[in-house]
Nanobody
Framework: QVQLVESGGGLVQSGGSLRLSCAAS????????MGWYRQAPGKQRELVAT???????DYAGSVKGRFTISRDNGKNTVYLQMNSLKPEDTAVYYC????????????????WGQGTQVAVSS
């Protein structure tokens, strides 16, 4: 089985910083794209940032210049450094990864973490 475990969420004041981490573990052969999504109360889940296995990145316009996504391929871990946080960044943040594993037969599948709460006070 494959698991994604997130950490690093919490409560921070506007203008502050947080760093989220997400580690993939289990019967993993390879990890392709990894990313972060978020869902605020009453809203749909939205893309925050993605990073390819080669390090190419993409960001939502609302976080560009403030958030930085990175990864450690040796640890199957993705990070999200969040600076200059705003109250509108308040949401549950979910890690996502496209993983080749032996779980249920050798195949590529999409996996999600359980989510970590980020709250930004004004």
């Amino acid at each position: 089985q494959v698991q994604l475990v997130e950490s690093g969420g919490g409560l921070v004041q506007s203008g502050g910083s947080l760093r989220l981490s997400c580690a993939a573990s289990g019967s993993i052969f390879s990890v392709n794209a990894m990313g972060w999504y978020r869902q605020a109360p009453g809203k749909q889940r939205e893309l925050v940032a993605t990073i390819s296995s080669h390090g190419s990145t993409d960001y939502a316009g609302s976080v560009k210049g403030r958030f930085t996504i990175s990864r450690d391929n040796g640890k199957n871990t993705v990070y999200l450094q969040m600076n200059s946080l705003k109250p509108e960044d308040t949401a549950v943040y979910y890690c996502n990864a496209y993983i080749l594993s032996s779980y249920g037969g050798i195949r590529w599948s999409d996996y999600w973490g359980q989510g970590t709460q980020v709250a930004v006070s004004s």
